[in-house]
Structure formats: C-alpha cells, structure tokens
C-alpha cells in the first residue's frame, strides 16, 4: 500500500466536504455552522492560499484522497498556547475520511510522512502537538503507536457551542526521530 502527503488545493474542497460530513469525521469535528461547500470555503481556502499560519495536506492512499492533516504552530494561536510548555510546538489534526482505509495502517504511515514535512516546514520545532478527544480511542492509540506521549487532559469549547475534554500529546522531536 503507498500512503503519500501532497498539499492541499482548492480542488480538494469537496472531498473535504465529504470527509467532515462522514460519521466517523463528524463527530470530532464539530461546526457551529452544519459543514456546506460555503463553509468549508470560507474556513480552509484560506488555509490552502497560505494566508493564515495552517498548511493543509491531502492524504492519498495508491493515489486516491482518503483525507488531510492540517499542522501549525501553537505560538500562532493564543488560545492553544496555554495547553502545552513549549510555545514553539508544532500542531497537527488530521482525519482519514475514507471509512475503508480505517485500520489498515494508513494513519501511522501519514504521521510518519507528516514528521518529514513538519521538520522541513518548522526546523527550529522541538515538540509536536495533538489533542484528540478523550473519546476517540483510534485517534490517541494511533498518536502513542507513532511516538507521541500522553499528557494533560482539558476542557475545550467547540465551535458547536459544546465542550469537549481533550487529551493533549506530545513527541519529543529529537528523542523520537533522532
């Protein structure tokens, strides 16, 4: 199987669409507003024209999008920096949106691609930074299969109007990957 990372486009939107809407995606990524082509427009084309500090990839299973990573640094958003020590911490979300490519080892291979790119990117960067929902079980034993250490668990408001309890991860960049 050839996992692979490319950046994101604007051609890529309505499969992100289609990946925010699958139950599976859903669930995690709340909307205040219900997830449409305007809404994920006006959210992630930002992103993908490189105005804002997010950089988004595609994930691509033998050459067909099953879903993205989108990283940043947590310096860049204030309301993220109080969640971890090292404010020069790369974070990153992700989502395989294909239920089909769940549980086949597509994550792990991502992550591993995305630490390349996260070291080219943010050279400088000593700790990568997730925070998966408490209740995404998936999510946090992918990131401990991939390096990363759990932490601190938090309270975060979502879009939604909810709130979640989160479970901060870190990977210690030079430990790790060396």
């Known amino acids: 199987m050839t ?14 669409l289609r990946w925010l809407l699958a139950p599976h995606v859903a669930r995690w990524f709340p909307s205040a507003k219900p997830w449409t082509s305007e809404v994920v427009e006006r959210r992630y084309g930002p992103r993908i024209d490189g105005s804002t500090p997010e950089r988004m990839f595609v994930v691509t ?13 947590i310096g860049d958003h204030p309301e993220f920096a109080l969640l971890t020590a090292q404010p020069d911490a790369i974070g990153v979300d992700y989502a395989i949106g294909v239920p089909e ?33 408490h209740r995404n079980v998936a999510s946090r034993r992918l990131l401990l299969a991939a390096g990363f250490v759990e932490g601190l668990w938090f309270d975060e ?22």
């Not at 995305?114 to 990117?121: M, Q, Y």
């Open 157 to 178: 408001p979502q879009a939604d109007g909810t709130t979640a309890t989160m479970v901060g991860h870190t990977l210690d960049v030079t430990a790790v990957l060396g």
């Open 3 to 16: 996992v692979d990372l490319r950046p994101m486009t604007r051609a890529d939107l309505p499969d992100l």
């Open 101 to 133: 490519q769940l549980g086949r080892g597509v994550g792990l291979a991502m992550l591993r691609l995305w630490f390349g790119l996260a070291r080219a990117g943010y050279p400088g960067a000593s700790t990568y930074f997730a925070a998966p929902d």
């Open 61 to 73: 299973v033998e050459g067909e999008p099953v879903g993205f990573v989108q990283d940043y640094r």
